[in-house]
Nanobody, 117 residues
Framework: QVQLEESGGDLVQPGGSLRLSCAAS????????MNWYRQAPGKQRELVAT???????NYADSVKGRFTISRDNAKNTVYLQMNSLKPEDTAVYYC???????????WGQGTQVTVSS
């Protein structure tokens, strides 16, 4: 069992940067594989980035070179640093925790990112 609380979503201009945070509570954070998803209105939810227990990362092609996922186990927090933002990045961003042992998954509430001039 883990509860996730996201923050950092905002309105930002194209080319700008934003840092999303997802704080976990209620369990041992280090055993969870952490993910960021996003969903734009009328679109399917898509996986943006993943970071494993030992820090291995994967990214969607659309964000490679611009986004960086990281985790701080001491703070029970996963981050998504977003640079060179484009209007196409506009979406609700969700974090998801996957228990590496039980395979159970948990979703955050989502945070709105809007990229517009």
């Amino acid at each position: 069992q883990v509860q996730l609380e996201e923050s950092g979503g905002d309105l930002v201009q194209p080319g700008g940067s934003l840092r999303l945070s997802c704080a976990a509570s209620g369990s041992i954070f280090s055993i969870y594989i952490m993910n960021w998803y996003r969903q734009a209105p009328g679109k399917q939810r898509e996986l943006v980035a993943t970071i494993g227990i030992n820090g291995r990362t994967n990214y969607a092609d659309s964000v490679k070179g611009r986004f960086t996922i990281s985790r701080d186990n001491a703070k029970n927090t996963v981050y998504l640093q977003m640079n060179s933002l484009k209007p196409e990045d506009t979406a609700v961003y969700y974090c998801k925790a996957d228990n590496a042992i039980t395979k159970a998954d948990y979703w955050g509430q989502g945070t709105q990112v809007t990229v517009s001039s």
